[in-house]
Nanobody, 121 residues
């Protein structure tokens, strides 16, 4: 029943600052975690950032200080503001959700969007 749809991915130059969006529908719970993951070709999917109950946040060390996760609860939309992009940030970015506390591994998230490609050159 839960649906997640990402948007905002694009081909950008190094140093660019795009913002990814994820619109959620079909879920209303008191305890939940929403997060962003990314996967580069031939690499494992990894957590970028997550947020528990639209409050506490966590970031991967590779993006800390450059990316910011936020949520507009009124519009059921999750955002990932990406600043100072580097070529190594190139990946397919996925929005994910689970109806409990946050965990770092992608296998713990049952709900996923289809992904949006970010290419940094």
């Amino acid at each position: 029943h839960v649906q997640l749809v990402e948007s905002g991915g694009d081909s950008v130059q190094a140093g660019g600052s795009p913002r990814l969006s994820c619109v959620a529908s079909g879920y209303s719970g008191n305890s939940y975690c929403m997060g962003w993951f990314r996967q580069a070709p031939e690499k494992e999917r990894q957590r970028v950032a997550d947020m528990f109950r639209a409050g506490p946040t966590s970031y991967a060390s590779s993006v800390k200080g450059r990316f910011t996760i936020s949520e507009d609860t009124a519009e059921n939309t999750l955002f990932l503001q990406m600043n100072s992009l580097k070529p190594e940030d190139t990946a397919m970015y996925y929005c994910a959700a689970r109806d409990s506390y946050c965990l770092s591994h992608h296998s713990s998230f049952p709900y996923w969007g289809q992904g949006t490609q970010v290419t940094v050159s």
